[in-house]
């Protein structure tokens, strides 16, 4: 069992930076694929990007330039870190792990932070 908790959200102005940081414990998340995905109020969960167990990240094209994820297996964490933040992006972010798989359905991940809330004001 893999517990995910994330931190690192707040209000922040259009344009400037957070760093997101999901912290994993009950087993080494060295071989697991791990993913940020975010929900905003009255729209569906989506992805953001992911990160396979070795380290290749995707992203969804709206992040794309702008946000980066990666981890520290050493410290059984994952980053986000986002910045050009726009308005647009405000949602509660939430940290996803999966043994096999690493896409962009939110269905298909195992194991779920609570979420961090992100508010980017304008």
């Known amino acids: 069992q893999v517990q995910l908790v994330e931190s690192g959200g707040g209000l922040v102005q259009a344009g400037g930076s957070l760093r997101l940081s999901c912290a994993a414990s009950?087993?080494?998340?060295?071989?697991?694929?791990m993913g940020w995905f975010r929900q905003a109020p009255g729209k569906e969960r989506e992805f953001v990007a992911a990160i396979t167990w070795y380290s290749g990240a995707s992203y969804t094209d709206t992040v794309k330039g702008r946000f980066t994820i990666s981890r520290d297996n050493a410290k059984n964490t994952v980053y986000l870190q986002m910045n050009s933040l726009k308005p647009e992006d405000t949602a509660v972010y939430y940290c996803a792990a999966d043994v096999g798989y690493s896409g962009s359905d939110p269905r298909k991940y195992n194991y779920w932070g609570q979420g961090t809330q992100v508010t980017v004001s304008s």
């Open positions: 009950g087993r080494s998340i060295s071989t697991y694929a």
